[in-house]
């Protein structure tokens, strides 16, 4: 990269955090600013360090659900790369890592459905014809922590380099290897299916109710415009203009 | 060990719309019902924290527990069928309400057309247009006349918000309450749609446009457009479902003893009765026998089925003979053929919406069209709806765009609110090899076969499909948008990927005890002291969603089982 192109890039970063604060809405200084948006404001003019994202975490705000309970350190990073690739942090906002989708898998996996209680698990595992669903008899926790380990071997085969040291392009290009099933993984798992849970997984640590350890501060819902789990809509619906409302969480049902 | 309760005069297997039903009509009429329902009970005070997609959408919160039985699927009859082993198309209902809690609320009746399918489709086209392997299609015995009054009466009693449809079977009276609002993308449609001629309304809804007192007493309040409606409960009860109607009426006269965790393993039997059915409290394992003088299974569409054959009731249906009849006319819905719509520059309110809310054209349902020209009989209801787009599970992107990474996440931003469907729900009509009967080798928790699918949409599915496809082009052309991506072909059968939750047939009804497991009081012809109720009974399915049928046949159930209790024997002469 040109010493030019990399002073463009700079700017391109800085006006398009500025238009997503002002896509989303929400008045800088009003009492809806939380700590994540106050740190891109921050990051926007310094340069992005992990150390200040620690810093964040240890303020007073510090959310106590960012903690592990299933993944070790190093499963935790390798999830936070691979849920930026699958959502990336762009012009519109935060990707899946600062959405702390990574957390929100860690605790998944942890809990029943990581170890599929309302799966059908008797029986014999036949492979399957390709319109029958799944025949793994792999846990969801066991398959993640597989795929894991197998986006490292691959890295390594490819890069010499773990999948988190990787650049982005070369992230992507592993990740669309196991998107396409050309790795098997422990026990002879196509990798594709670990792909599909990976994606699924990011998705919802980007969207579901922060209550779960992702889509911190609802940011998520803000950057497409929507309003979490409000009441009723009956104004909003016939309206022929588009009406954004600030995002709400199931916490604020927590009066009824 | 199972211990033998005293016998009482009806039990009831499931507490969904049809169990609902018939328990409420029977216990107003003095009948004392065991209602048995395999899950728990529920109330509006169940979705105080309804609004959580996660739980309720994608981990299923108001389900079956597969882990306890599933179906297994294959897609041909020379296929090993497999395990459903988690959820993908077939979310089956589970507790007091069953699916009648989760629905959309979308309440059609069937066309006169549904009724006479077979002699109308003759005399119409000829016999040469119905093919071979369709040969079980059949008129269900009873007229559009005959089933209107129990349509006016379920949609009385669910407050059925409408207007009143030209090319549909005439009406008594109006719906209850007023159609539900108009939002924008609903008028696209409607303007697009009336300058091709057609003549748009509004999908008919339990979603209650306005508050509503029932002939029974019970009054809901209006809907709020909440958008957690498909896959939730209604915390506000605006949405019919069985457990803030019917099911407090039944328990209101004392006389449903409502039993839940209780699930029903089997019918018993002797001399071509049942005595009664084998139950299993589900949380703490002990089994009782509950004799009755009715056995009314009301079970859904899959256990409907797999009760009656794992208790050898009736004669199951052989695809290679096309002898037997319990698992025969399995039909499911086409819905290949919608037209997805992007905008680079409209945003529409599209987190707010109702699981009926939408808007609909009927010129290409069932044989109000011309068929002599195409290879399909039957059609396709094509509407515009406005459910609520929920963010995890609706990431609708221009066709050709991966579904991860940089373009991904920017494209279903930017149309995250700046598209709607113009899409179709298409009739399925039955093919002789697409059926349900017992798995050999996969059981459930208690050892029990699973029910086995046999399964593949037909020629007519994909013809049907392809035709409508350009319908659907023609009215998204009309609306005029950025890009229009339409889906011409009908797939292969997916267990894990196709979405419609219709399924009907196993246990249909009919005129002819050698072609049908019932007559039309859904009274078992093998049988005559068991009533299967549900969509099971439909010989085929429609171009609508089904509940409103299976909600009127319910109550002519309950109208045959009072009968019987009185007289006896079969009600109606072969
Ligand atoms: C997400 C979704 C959306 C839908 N939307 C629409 C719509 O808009 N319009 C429409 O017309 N239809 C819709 N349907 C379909 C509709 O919900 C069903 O047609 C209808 O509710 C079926 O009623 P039922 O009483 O026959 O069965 P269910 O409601 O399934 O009730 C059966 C009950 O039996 C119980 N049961 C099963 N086996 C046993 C056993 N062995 N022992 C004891 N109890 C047992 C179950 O737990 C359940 O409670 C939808 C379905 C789903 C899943
Ligand atoms: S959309 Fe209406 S009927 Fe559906 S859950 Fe919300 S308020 Fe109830």
Known sequence: MSEQEKNNSVLDKRSSRRTFIKNSGLTVGGVVLGGALGSLLIKDDKSTTTSETQNHATTPTANPNVALMFFT?????????????????????????????????????????????????????????????????ILRKDLFLAGLESLNTYSNQQFEADFKELEATQQDEVLLAFSEGKVELYGKVSSSQFFSLLRTLTLEGVYADPMYGGNKEMLGWSMRKYPGSRMQYVAEIQDEKFIQLEPQSLNSHMGH | MVTKLPKVPVVVVGMGWAGGIVSAELTKAGINVVGLERGKDRTTADYTMGHDELRYQHRQELMQDLSKETITYRNTVSGKALPMRHYGTFIVGDGVGGAGSHWNGQTYRFLPYDFEIRTKTIERYGIEKIPAWMEGLNDWGLTYNEMEPYY???EKMAGISGETVELWGKRTNPYPTPPLVKTPLMKEFEKAAT?????????????????????????????????????????????????????????????????????????????????GVIYVDMLTGEKFEQPADVVVVASYVFNNARLLLNSGIGTPYDPKTGKGTIGKNYCYQVTAGGSQLFFEDREFNLY????????????????????????????????????????????????????????????????????????????????????????????????????????????????????????TRKIAEEIGADIIDTNEEQGPFNVNKDSNTHNTGGVIMGSDPEKSALNTYLQMWEAENVFVVGASAFPHNSCFNPTGTLGALSYRAAEGIQKYLKEGGILVKA
């Open chain 2, 152 to 154: 006016d009466t379920f």
């Open chain 2, 195 to 275: 300058s091709l001629g057609y003549k748009p309304f509004v999908i008919p809804a339990a979603n209650l446009s306005e508050s509503y007192t029932n002939p029974d007493g019970i009054s809901r309040g209006a809907c709020q457009y909440c958008a957690y409606c498909e896959n939730f409960g209604c915390e506000y009860g605006a949405k019919g479902d069985p457990a803030v109607t019917v099911i407090p009426v039944a328990k209101q006269t004392g006389k449903l003893e409502l039993r839940t965790h209780s699930n029903v393993l089997e019918l018993t039997k002797s001399g071509g009765k049942a005595n």
């Open chain 2, 352 to 471: 707010g919406g109702a699981g009926a809310l939408g808007i609909e054209i009927g010129e290409y349902m069932g044989d109000n069209f011309d068929h002599a020209k195409v290879d399909f009989i039957h059609g396709a209801g094509i509407r515009s709806t406005q459910y609520g787009d929920r963010p995890i599970a609706v990431n609708r992107v221009p066709a050709g765009t991966p579904n991860w990474g940089a373009e991904f996440k920017e494209k279903s931003i930017k149309y995250a609110n700046s598209n709607f469907p113009v899409k179709t729900q298409g009739a399925s009509l039955p093919h002789k090899e697409n059926y349900l009967d017992l798995d050999p080798e996969f059981k459930d928790e208690f050892g029990y076969p699973l029910l086995r699918m046999t399964y593949e949409y037909t020629d007519n599915d994909r013809a049907l499909g392809k035709y409508m496809s350009t319908i």
């Open chain 1, 73 to 137: 350190p190093n499963q935790y990073q390798v999830t936070q790369a691979a849920v930026e690739r699958i959502f990336p942090e762009d012009a519109n906002g935060p990707g899946a890592k600062e959405l702390n989708a990574a957390i929100y898998i860690d605790h998944q996996l942890a809990g029943p459905w990581g170890s599929n209680v309302k799966d059908y698990r008797l029986g014999a595992f036949y492979k399957a014809e390709e319109n029958q669903g799944p025949q793994t008899k």
